[in-house]
C-alpha cells in the first residue's frame, strides 16, 4: 500500500525508534491510501522542516490536523515520538478521515 518504506538502503528498521517526521509521513501516506487523493501542502508551517526529508508530509499532516508542534514553529521533526503520541496522531487521523467522510 506504500504507507510503510524503507530508509536509504531500503531496510524498515523493524527494531528502530520512529522521528516524529516519520510518523507523520507514515500517517499522510495512510490518509492518501484511504482518500484515494495524494495532498499538496498548503504552506511550510515548522521553521525546522523546510530541507528535511519529510517536510512536505510534515506540513501535510498539519494541514490535516493531524500532528501540532512542539510549540508554534518547531516540530521536531529527528526527534523520536512515544506511543501516548501515536496514539493520540492516530486518533486525529481517523477523525480527520471522519470529517471528509461526512
Known sequence: ????????????????PVTRGQLAAMLVRTHAVVDEVARE???????????????????VARDLGVVRGRDRVTFGPSATTRRDQMASTLSRLVDSLARERG
Not at 528535511?52 to 506540513?59: P, Y
Open 41 to 59: 501542502p498548503s504552506r511550510d508551517w515548522f521553521q525546522d522542516t523546510p530541507g528535511t526529508t519529510h517536510a512536505e508530509a510534515i506540513s
Open 1 to 16: 500500500m506504500g504507507v510503510l518504506r524503507g530508509d536509504t538502503d531500503g531496510m524498515i528498521r523493524h527494531r528502530a
